[in-house]
């Protein structure tokens, strides 16, 4: 069985340091074979605000496609004056009702400037996602100072960070491979005898 991943980055600045993390957490999914890994970019996607009519209904039919028939999610998001970033939540909020996130095992990774990190940011993001359905993991990934993991190539220069930025993608997959798709694979037994 493929498994899907849709990778959502929470901001649209050219050479945002969000971007350089999800990246990091990219690479570490691509690792695995029979991976998937679909990375949305939100500034191509000219998204409505709540209540208007898309400039593009064709870019978000397709966008609320790959989230639909993604098998888990990864945002990653920084976190502005104290909260989510306000394409992360213009994402969620095109993402349809019900919701295309719900049942979705959803990894989070936040970054931020200030030295608490992304504590704000990651537990507004949790909470969104479980009211809209979806199943957000348990220990959200927060990097604080990040403009000193990465050098302006966008490499990271702390071993420490890095391994964090890979474990949210790690923790995804393990969260997938050891309760998702063996009810999948249960269902797809069930269906068969069924026949």
Do not use: W
């Amino acid at each position: 069985m493929t498994i899907r991943i849709a990778t959502i980055c929470g901001s649209v600045r050219p050479g945002n340091y969000t971007h350089m993390a999800m990246n990091v957490a990219i690479d570490e999914l691509r690792k695995t074979s029979d991976i998937e890994v679909t990375a949305i970019d939100l500034s191509t996607l000219d998204l409505p605000l709540p209540g208007l009519d898309a400039r593009n209904p064709e870019a978000i039919q397709a966008f609320q496609t790959i989230i639909e028939e993604a098998t888990g999610v990864l945002l990653a998001a920084p976190e502005y004056h104290g909260g989510i970033s306000s394409p992360m939540k213009l994402a969620i909020d095109n993402l349809g009702f019900p919701s295309k996130l719900a049942g979705k095992p959803v990894a989070i990774l936040g970054v931020a400037a200030g030295a608490i990190g992304a504590i704000k940011s990651t537990e507004q993001l949790r909470a969104i996602c479980a009211h809209v359905g979806a199943v957000p993991l348990p220990l959200a990934v927060s990097i604080p100072l990040i403009q000193q993991v990465f050098n302006e190539q966008g490499e990271c220069q702390d071993p420490r960070a890095e391994a964090l930025i890979r474990r949210s993608a790690t923790s995804l997959l393990d969260y997938i491979n050891n309760a998702v798709c063996p009810k999948l694979s249960l269902e797809a037994l069930l269906r068969e005898k069924s026949t």
